[in-house]
T-cell receptor, first 111, second 115 residues
Framework: TQLLEQSPQFLSIQEGENLTVYCNSSSVFSSLQWYRQEPGEGPVLLVTVVTGGEVKKLKRLTFQFGDARKDSSLHITAAQPGDTGLYLCAGGGSSASKIIFGSGTRLSIRP | GAVVSQHPSWVICKSGTSVKIECRSLDFQATTMFWYRQFPKQSLMLMATSNEGSKATYEQGVEKDKFLINHASLTLSTLTVTSAHPEDSSFYIC???????????FGEGSWLTVV
């Protein structure tokens, strides 16, 4: 069974600080996605990484896919209250393969 | 615009009754759809993979007789929670993968409250 473990589970930091969220698995994934979810809504895709060692940037967010394609990280620079939410990593295989979600990281940014 | 539509968004039902949730792919055909359940402050848990024209594939620990999935057409999958109990109250959400990049699209989700 493929599992994705995220750490930390909860994170509360002050506005302006930096943070990193980790997503780890013992399985290899053909791609990993990162999502942000607001309460009562569906997840919103932030990024997809497909190549081992790949780094993608989305404004203040930097995503990295591990060389072995078993892990990924999300780094947020100068966090803002608008970054508050549930961050989920998800991994899957081919087009018909199911997508497995990580355990989630609940992020709270204090003004 | 929306790629996947879910209905209803909210539903309250009495304990012991059954509730049906629909997931529709808009403007494209989906031979496979995925159903997730999410309890408050938790991640999404995959319940089952809905396969058009064949039986759904359930994840370990998910009761197939309680959570009936029907994927009778290429644009519609339904999840029926049978004999619902308060512990079935949750956020249910469907998704499909579509396009050359296998982009994942989620429905809006359905809040189920069993009283």
């Amino acid at each position: 069974t493929q599992l994705l473990e995220q750490s930390p589970q909860f994170l509360s930091i002050q506005e302006g600080e930096n943070l990193t969220v980790y997503c780890n698995s013992s399985s290899v994934f053909s791609s990993l996605q990162w999502y942000r979810q607001e309460p009562g809504e569906g997840p919103v895709l932030l990024v997809t990484v497909v190549t081992g060692g790949e780094v993608k940037k989305l404004k203040r967010l930097t995503f990295q896919f591990g060389d072995a394609r078993k892990d990924s990280s999300l780094h947020i620079t100068a966090a803002q209250p608008g970054d508050t939410g549930l961050y989920l990593c998800a991994g899957g295989g081919s087009s018909a393969s199911k997508i497995i979600f990580g355990s989630g990281t609940r992020l709270s940014i204090r003004p | 615009g929306a790629v996947v539509s879910q209905h209803p968004s909210w539903v309250i039902c009495k304990s012991g009754t059954s509730v049906k949730i629909e997931c529709r792919s808009l403007d494209f055909q989906a031979t496979t759809m995925f159903w997730y359940r999410q309890f408050p402050k938790q991640s999404l848990m995959l319940m089952a993979t809905s396969n058009e024209g064949s039986k759904a594939t359930y994840e370990q620990g998910v009761e197939k007789d309680k959570f009936l999935i029907n994927h009778a057409s290429l644009t519609l999958s339904t999840l029926t929670v049978t004999s619902a109990h308060p512990e079935d109250s949750s956020f249910y959400i469907c998704s499909v993968r579509q396009g050359p990049g296998n982009t994942i699209y989620f429905g809006e989700g359905s809040w189920l409250t069993v009283v």
